[in-house]
Every structure is written in C-alpha cells, then in structure tokens.
C-alpha cells in the first residue's frame, strides 16, 4: 500500500500557503479602505463589508502561520501576533456585549459605504470570538502543559472552522440568523471564507507542534480517540445548528406574518374610521330639511326660522361623535355653527379618499371633512364637520403583539420629508428623513406604494422589523414595527443555550436540545395565535368580528358538508340602538350591544360561532342543528331577552330581529349565499314587525 499521509515538508509548505493567502486577503481589503473602493471591501451590492479590523487580524495571523515553529525566535513572534489578534478580538467583542464604546473601531469612517447597520466598521461578534479562538489557539500550541490542552485546542479550532462554514450556509441559504447578531452586525462573506482557511492553517500547525506529537501523536489509542471525539462532537453541532435553524426559519416566518396581520388589521381599522366619518358628514349635507332651509335663507336672507332650524339640526348630530358642525353659503358666510372646531394646525394632510377630508392633530387625532350641499346639481352651500379619531388614537398606543418596543406610526409625505403623527415613543407630530444610512426608511416604501416586511434602520436608526403598508386611496402609509432585538431575543437565547448543551453532551445534549427548544416553539407558536385571535374578536363584545366569522364559519361549512351535518345561520339586527344611542348615550348603547352578546352566549353552545359583524349586526353558525328545529332556538333567544330586559334594571329594552336559514346536509350554498338569504328573512321579521306595531 502506497503511504499518502502528508510529510513534515508538505505541510510545512501548505501552511505557508495558507498563511500568505490570508495575509494576502487582508492586505487587499485594507487597501480597499484607505483608497474606498467598495468592491475590495465587500464582493457585491448588499453585502456585509469586511472591515479594517478584520483585515489586519488576517494579516497578522497570516503572518504567524507562515513563520516556521522550528526557529525560537519566530515562535516568540507567534505567540506576540496570537496575543494581539486575541486582545484586539477580545475588546470589540467587549463592546457588543456591555454596550460600551472602547474606540478600537474608529479608525476609519463609512460613510462612503451607505451601510445601513448600527456598527459599519466594527467587526461582527461572531467574527470576533473566531479570532478569540483562533489567537489563544496560536498561543496555545506553544504551551508544555499536557493534560486535556491539546483537546482544547483542537475543539477551538474546529470552533473557528464552524463559524467560517455556518457563515457560508448564511449566504447559501439566505439565512441571516447565522451571519451575526441581528442588533449589531453581520459577517462579511470573504471573512468567512477566511475563517475557513484559518481553521485549516491552525489544524495543520497544531498537528506540527511539539505538544501534539508528545501528548497525541505518540499514543494511538489516544489518536483514535481523539479522532473519534472530534468527529462526534463537530457531528452533533452541525446537526444541532442546522435543525435550529430549520425551527428558527419557520418562527420566523410565523411572527413576520403576524406582525402582518396586525398591520392589515390596523390599515382597516383607519380606513373604517375615517370613511365612517365622512359617511356621516355626508348624512348632514344631504339631509332634505337643512338644504330646503339654506335654500329659503337664500330667498329670504337672516330668515329668523330657517336659522333657528338650522342652528336646531346641527347641533342633533354633535352626539353623534362630532366635535363640532358648521353651515356656510355659497359665499362661505356662516349660516349655522355648534360645538368648538380646533385652532388652525402647524400640519395637517388632505386625503385623497374620502373626498373632502383632512386629518391633523390638535390634542388628539382630528378629522376634518368639508362637503358641499347641493339640490339637484345646484350649490346651496358648505359644511363643515370636525370628529376625534379616538379608535385611531387607541390603534397607536396600544402595542399588544408588539412588546416592549412596539410602535405603529401613521404619515404622509411632506416635500421631500416624512411628517408623522405622533406615536406612542414621540408623543408629538415629528419630520423625519425618507432615507437612513443610504437605505430607504420602511415608512418611506409605504409611502411609494409598497408594502412588506423587513428588517432594517428606522428614524431612531435603531434595527427593527418592520412592516409597511400604505393606507389605500388615501396618501397616507403605516408602520408597525417593533426592536429586531427583541424580535429575536427568544430565538437567539435558546440557540446559545442548545448549543452548550449539544457541546457539553455530545449525543445525549442533542436529545435535550430538542427537548428543550419544543417549549420555544409552543410558546413562540401561542404567541402567534394570540396575535391573530386579537384580529378575529370584536373589541366591544368579546364576540368574533366579521374577518373572524367570515374565517371560521367557512370552515365550519367545509367540514360539516364532509361529515355531512345540518346546520342554521342567524343573522339579527340590535333594534332601536340608534334610539338608544339618542335617548340615553353612546354608553347605554355599548352596554346594550354588550348585553345582545351576552344573550346570544347563553342562547347558543359554545361551540356555536357567535359574531358581531359590526355596528347593530349580529350573526351565529349553529352547528349540527338537526336535533332541534331553528324554531325552537328563536323561542329559546326570545325567552333569554325577555328574561334580559326582566333583570337587566336598564332603562332601555332590548329587541332583536332575527333571521335564520337551517342549512341542509347535501346544500352546496356559499357562505355569501347564507348570509344573503338570513339577511333577507331578517328583513322580512323586521317588517313584519313594524307591520304588527302599525296595526
């Protein structure tokens, strides 16, 4: 058999190839930096730049791998360069992990790069503790102690090898949860690969030195013993690595959604409230008795009546939510004005839809709409109304699903600027930049028409992920964005702590990692469902909203056709609540409609779908109702709002009016179709109704 293990000579040679192939790739990205030419620095657009620390650790210990130990003198300059390198390494990462500035990193600026990260010229934590490893191992191999050193050292090496070849996944894969730590920085692709080199140069010197010839290579039972332990233990990393970051990805992807669905969710709710402003400003424009009485003052001006009449209808809508109502002529002269309209405002912005509407803030989220009255295509005058958004306000502070650095932030564009509303971390109207560190801020692609999620610098130039969206017809974009700290907190704390375990255990720590990263995953998972039970619930009630009805009874349907089961949809409407509303307050009618919910709770089963599809509309999915007959259940309802109103002590009395639609076994009908025909028969017993109180 031919021998092809490596001679003295061969290895000597192939590490100073190693050694001057790292100094050489260090040399090139320090040039790089003093003359800025961005390709030397980093291989391509997007990518983390190699900094100037990392190329002079590369020079350095290129340098020490191609001196030969066999001379005393160069062994003394291998251990200067390893100390160095390992010092050097040791303060930056000092600086990430106490949050301090120690000045190692200043030597050159970035602005030239437009990298959007925190700490462009500061090597990534992960690089730094391969240098670590790499320069006490330099040290190390020049030590006479015997023991378990030279395992130490071996594992150490393997150790810098490891984060070179996770790096490369990084990239590979699109993984970025391997490149660095998300609050700091990412490791740049040639440092990996340089990593990988290193690992090599320092595999072959340690099997030239002195110390594993005397304590390994001369013993062959130890050898096979050490090369069984190494195979084992870099086995179990990579295994445990790679499976975490399998779970990793997909948690990921789980919270990004979610955090999407509470921007959607958020988006509605905006467009819900300003549309319902309008829609009522646009009640009083097109009331009949203030556009007969406009048109009378302009036959008769000053007419004391129409005045009267005019000043009397405004001032009914003001419970309605308004702050304050003005009437106009063509002429803009004030015919009628009630409430107090808020001081002309620094900044305000004008939707695009609805028509006519403005926002501002002033003490508070302020609607503006400005209509014109008009009869048959004639202009008889103007009108005026001003609403809080007090929904909107309550969407910006509140950061449920958000954390601790949550934050949702409405704005509009202002000249070349973003002006924003003020958000729960500024508490007033602020003007930002569109861009940060040369990157577009997640507010400035929401106001360009995009939409996504992303992790990036926001206005605070902190890294956060974020997601945009602009708020349609409408010129405005929204934000909900919350730290990428503690956005991977959770992940990055159990990765660290698997990884002692799978370290400290070898296979047995591979078992307990997983054992202990499926808690993570429940919680992580629970956390999700929260955020998407929080947009399928409507808030006043308790009961599902109409996304969440809508969501749930299709399948309901879909599985009650399968395992071929009847079942009824009710749909009903809260008679009189805007009476309610009119005689005893907006509070009577929330606790009426809170009472409509807790009549249909004990009505229905709780595995019913009972929802609030919004204002005064109410619906259930009534599962497997072929036992009892849809009559029986409206006389049950009926009985448990006669027994409401017995009990409640309310000044007001409680009136449904229900349709229901019993849904056969074989029926192929859409949920649309369902609701259609219960809305129609609900129709029909609400006329039957009036009917009966007329007669």
């Given at each position: 058999m031919v021998d092809t293990t490596p001679t003295p000579g061969r290895l000597s040679r192939a590490l100073v190839l190693l050694g001057t192939v790292l100094a050489a790739l260090g040399t090139v990205v320090i040039a790089g930096w003093l003359l800025k030419v961005a390709v030397l620095v980093r291989l391509a657009p997007g990518y983390a730049p190699m900094v100037f620390n990392t190329a002079l650790c590369f020079v350095l210990l290129g340098a020490a791998l191609a001196?030969?130990?066999?001379?005393?003198?160069?062994?003394?300059m291998q251990v200067l360069l390893g100390t160095t390198v390992a010092v050097l390494a040791a303060l930056v990462l000092a600086q990430d992990l106490f949050s301090v500035d120690l000045g190692?990193?200043?030597?050159?600026?970035?602005?030239?790069?437009?990298?959007?990260?925190?700490?462009?010229?500061?090597?990534?934590?992960?690089?730094?503790?391969?240098?670590?490893?790499?320069?006490?191992?330099?040290?190390?191999?020049?030590?006479?102690?015997?023991?378990?050193?030279?395992?130490?050292?071996?594992?150490?090496?393997?150790?810098?090898g490891l984060i070179g070849v996770l790096a490369i996944s990084a990239y590979l894969l699109g993984i970025d949860f391997l490149r660095g730590w998300y609050p700091y920085q990412r490791m740049a692709l040639h440092t990996a690969a340089g990593l990988v080199l290193l690992s090599v140069g320092l595999w072959i010197h340690l099997r030239q030195s002195r110390l594993f010839r005397e304590q390994i290579a001369a013993k062959e039972d130890l050898r096979i013993l050490h090369t069984g332990a190494a195979v084992l233990a870099i086995t179990a990393l990579v295994t445990g690595v790679v499976s975490f970051v399998a779970f990793e990805r997909q948690v990921e992807t789980t919270l990004r959604r979610g955090l999407e669905l509470l921007l959607t969710n958020r988006v509605d709710a905006f467009r819900t409230a300003v549309e319902h402003g309008a829609h009522m400003t646009n009640t009083i424009a097109t009331r009949p008795g203030i556009r007969r009485e406009i048109e009378r003052l302009r036959r008769t001006p000053d007419h004391p009546d129409a005045l009267a009449?005019?000043?009397?209808?405004?001032?009914?809508?003001?419970?309605?939510g308004f702050n304050a109502i003005a009437l106009h002529d063509t002429r803009g002269r004030p015919l009628a004005q009630a409430g107090q309209f808020a001081a002309e405002p620094a900044l305000r912005v004008r939707l695009v839809e609805p028509v006519g509407t403005e926002i501002f803030w002033a003490d508070g989220l302020v609607q503006r709409?400005?209509?014109?009255?008009?009869?048959?295509?004639?202009?008889?005058?103007?009108?005026?109304?001003?609403?809080?958004?007090?929904?909107?306000?309550?969407?910006?502070?509140?950061?449920r699903g958000l954390g601790e650095t949550g934050e949702m932030a409405v704005c509009a564009t202002h000249g070349n600027k973003i002006a924003c509303l003020p958000t729960r971390l500024k508490p007033e109207i602020f003007i930002i930049e569109r861009t940060m560190r040369g990157q577009l801020l997640p507010m400035g692609r929401a106001l360009a028409g995009e939409s996504g999620v992303i992790a990036t610098l926001d206005y605070r130039d902190e890294l956060v992920i974020a997601a945009y969206s602009p708020i349609p017809r409408t010129s405005l974009g929204m934000v909900v964005k919350m730290d990428a700290d503690e956005f991977y907190r959770p992940i990055r704390g159990q990765l660290w702590y698997g990884l002692f375990l799978v370290i400290g255990l070898i296979g047995g720590g591979l078992v307990l990692?997983?054992?202990?990263?499926?808690?993570?995953?429940?919680?992580?998972?629970?956390?999700?469902?929260?955020?998407?039970?929080?947009?399928?619930?409507?808030?006043?009630?308790?009961?599902?909203?109409?996304?969440?009805?809508?969501?749930?009874?299709?399948?309901?349907?879909?599985?009650a056709r399968r395992m071929k089961r009847g079942m009824a949809l009710f749909y009903g409407d809260l008679d009189d609540l805007k009476r309610i509303?009119?005689?005893?307050?907006?509070?009577?009618?929330?606790?009426?409609?809170?009472?409509?919910?807790?009549?249909?709770?004990?009505?229905?089963?709780?595995?019913?779908?009972?929802?609030?599809?919004?204002?005064?509309?109410?619906?259930?999915?009534?599962?497997?109702?072929?036992?009892?007959?849809?009559?029986?259940?409206?006389e049950r309802l009926q009985h448990s709002i006669d027994y409401q109103n017995r009990t409640a002590g309310h000044e007001y009395r409680l009136s449904l009016s229900v349709g229901a639609v019993h849904v056969e076994p074989g029926s192929t009908a859409s949920l649309e179709e369902l609701m259609t025909q219960a809305d129609a028969e609900m129709y029909r017993v609400k006329q039957a109704r009036r009917e009966a109180r007329r007669n």
């Open positions: 001196i030969p130990e066999s001379r005393t003198r160069q062994a003394r190692v990193d200043h030597l050159f600026r970035a602005d030239w790069l437009n990298d959007p990260l925190p700490h462009p010229t500061r090597m990534a934590p992960t690089t730094a503790i391969g240098f670590m490893l790499a320069g006490v191992a330099l040290v190390s191999t020049h030590s006479r102690r015997g023991g378990p050193l030279p395992y130490l050292i071996e594992l150490m090496v393997y150790g810098v009449f005019l000043d009397q209808a405004i001032k009914s809508f003001l419970p309605l709409v400005r209509l014109p009255i008009a009869d048959n295509g004639r202009r008889l005058g103007t009108v005026v109304a001003e609403r809080r958004l007090t929904q909107v306000e309550r969407l910006i502070e509140d950061i990692l997983w054992y202990r990263i499926h808690p993570l995953a429940r919680r992580l998972v629970q956390s999700q469902q929260e955020i998407r039970e929080l947009s399928l619930t409507d808030e006043l009630t308790g009961l599902r909203n109409r996304r969440g009805f809508m969501t749930l009874a299709e399948i309901e349907i879909a599985l509303n009119d005689t005893h307050g907006h509070a009577a009618g929330d606790q009426a409609l809170r009472d409509t919910a807790m009549v249909l709770h004990r009505t229905f089963r709780e595995s019913d779908i009972i929802a609030r599809l919004g204002g005064d509309e109410y619906a259930v999915l009534a599962l497997e109702t072929a036992h009892q007959p849809v009559e029986a259940i409206l």
